[in-house]
Nanobody, 123 residues
């Protein structure tokens, strides 16, 4: 089991930037693929971005591609999500997730989750 702890989110104006981090408490962090999902009120949890265990492969939802960047530092057991040009529709609770194996954009493929962090974007 992997414990995941997201950094505090926050309130940002539309067009602004925010970086989320997620720290994992596991000795074998480099074995895990990591992802970010988000969930807005009344909506299903949706895929945001994925990064492979090595960091060599990344995937993005079309809604964030070109604005968000996922990265990881295996020496620090941490994955990051840099969010630029934020829009009001990006407001949600953001979750990091971990899994063994390759890419998946489906939340049910991930069996390790953080507690979530609120991102609010004002227009």
């Amino acid at each position: 089991q992997v414990q995941l702890v997201e950094s505090e989110g926050g309130l940002v104006q539309a067009g602004g930037s925010l970086r989320l981090s997620c720290a994992a408490s596991v000795h074998t962090f480099s074995r895990y693929a990591m992802a970010w999902f988000r969930q807005a009120p009344g909506k299903e949890r949706e895929f945001v971005s994925y990064i492979s265990w090595s960091g060599c492969s990344t995937y993005y939802a079309s809604s964030v591609k070109g604005r968000f960047t996922i990265s990881r530092d295996n020496a620090k057991n941490t994955v990051y999500l840099q969010m630029n040009s934020l829009k009001p529709e990006d407001a949600a609770v953001y979750y990091c997730a971990a899994k063994i194996g390759g890419y998946s954009g489906n939340y049910y493929s991930y069996n390790n989750w953080g507690q979530g962090t609120q991102v609010t974007v004002s227009s």
